[in-house]
C-alpha cells in the first residue's frame, strides 16, 4: 500500500493524483484534520506529528510513504528518513527539479504556508541546484481556511490572492511553485492572475505522483510488494462536514472518510 498522509484533506490532491497516475496500487490516506493546520505551527510540533502519522500507516500496512503536506515535508523529511526503513516521498524535491527546469528567466516565484516559506527549504533546494536563479517566496497563510470554506470563487478570495501574488508578478517570475496542498483547488484565479502565457504554475500533487510513478518502474520488484487492486482507505483523526465537502471537491465524488 502507498502510504499517504496530510495535516488534513488537502494532501488528497495528491492522493487524487497517485490514483490517476497508478490506479492498480492502494492508497492508504491519513489526514490530521483534528490537529490541522500544521502551517502555523512550530518544527518540534510538525515533527512529532509527523512521526505518528507515519506509524499509523506503516502499521496499516503501507510500504511506502508520501508526505502530502509542504508544512510537514519542509521540516520532517530528514527526520523520517532517518526514523523509518521505507522508501519516503514529499512534494517539495519534486516540485523543485520541475521548476529549475521549467523557468526560462531563472525568476521562480514559491507559495506557500508559513513554515513552509520560513523553513526557506524551495529557495534552499532550487539554490542548490541553481545558484544564479532568484527565488522569490511569499507565505500565504489566509488561502488554506479558504479552500476550506469552500470560497474558491468567492470575490474576497480573489481579493486576497491578488494581494498576496502582487509582489511576485513584479518579480518578473516565469515559473510558480504552488507550495501547499490547498493551492491547486484555486489554480485557475492563480493562473488568471498571474497570466497564463507569461507564468507556469507547478502542482507539487503532480509531480510527486510522477517520481513515484518513475521509482516503481524502476523498481519492478518493490513495486510488487505494494498490495494491488483492494479499495483505498481514507482515515482522518477528525471528522467534520467541511473535510467531507473539501474531499469531494478535491476527487470529483463522493469519498468515505473513516474517523479513527
Ligand atoms: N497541508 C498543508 C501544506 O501543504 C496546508 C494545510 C496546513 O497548514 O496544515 O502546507
Known sequence: MIGIFD?????????????????????IYYGDLDRTPYGNKSPEAIIEYSIGNTEFLLGHGAKIIIIACNSAASVASDILRQTFAVPIFEVITPAVERAVAST???????????????????????????????????????????????????????????KYLAPLKQKQIDTLVLGCTHYPLLKDLIRHRMGKNRVRLIDSSIEVALTLKVYLSENPDFGKTLQHGSQNKYFVSDLTKAA?????????????????
Open 7 to 27: 495535516s488534513g484533506v488537502g494532501g488528497m490532491t495528491v492522493a487524487r493524483a497517485v490514483e490517476t497516475l497508478l490506479p492498480d496500487n492502494q492508497i
Open 104 to 162: 526560462v528567466t531563472g525568476n521562480i516565484g514559491v507559495m506557500g504556508t508559513r513554515a513552509t516559506i520560513r523553513s526557506g527549504i524551495y529557495d534552499q533546494k532550487i539554490i542548490e541546484q541553481a545558484p544564479e536563479f532568484h527565488v522569490f517566496s511569499k507565505a500565504c497563510p489566509l488561502l488554506v481556511p479558504l479552500v476550506e470554506e469552500g470560497w474558491i470563487d468567492a470575490r474576497e478570495t480573489k481579493m486576497i490572492l491578488r
Open 244 to 260: 467531507v465537502a473539501t474531499a469531494e471537491k478535491i476527487f470529483g465524488r463522493h469519498i468515505d472518510l473513516e474517523k479513527v
